[in-house]
């Protein structure tokens, strides 16, 4: 069974950084797709990133050039790094390992 883990979330002015962590317990990150999500109150569950085994990152639209992702074998862990942060990347981040597995997600709040 695979359980996922996100944390790293918190509150932080526009134009700041954070960096997000998704871990997980019972497979190998490399075996499989890890994507990033986000949620806010209302609205549908957005895609935000994602890393393929192989290492090939995809960024949606509205992160492209302002998020990173990154991982780390060793800890089984993959990193998004969040930098030029905005008040509308206000969001609950959710980590999905494959097409099942879901973390509880962490918040994230931008301020302006």
């Known amino acids: 069974q695979v359980q996922v883990a996100e944390s790293g979330g918190g509150l932080v002015q526009a134009g700041g950084s954070l960096k997000l962590s998704c871990a997980v317990v019972?497979?190998?990150?490399?075996?499989?797709?890890i994507a990033w999500f986000r949620q806010t109150p209302g609205k549908q569950r957005e895609w935000v990133a994602q890393i393929s085994p192989g290492g090939t990152t995809i960024f949606g639209d509205s992160v492209r050039g302002r998020f990173t992702l990154s991982r780390d074998g060793t800890k089984n862990t993959v990193y998004l790094q969040m930098a030029s942060l905005k008040p509308e990347d206000t969001a609950v981040y959710f980590c999905r390992y494959g097409g099942l597995s879901w973390g509880q997600g962490t918040q994230v709040t931008v301020s302006s």
């Open positions: 019972g497979r190998p990150i490399s075996d499989n797709v």
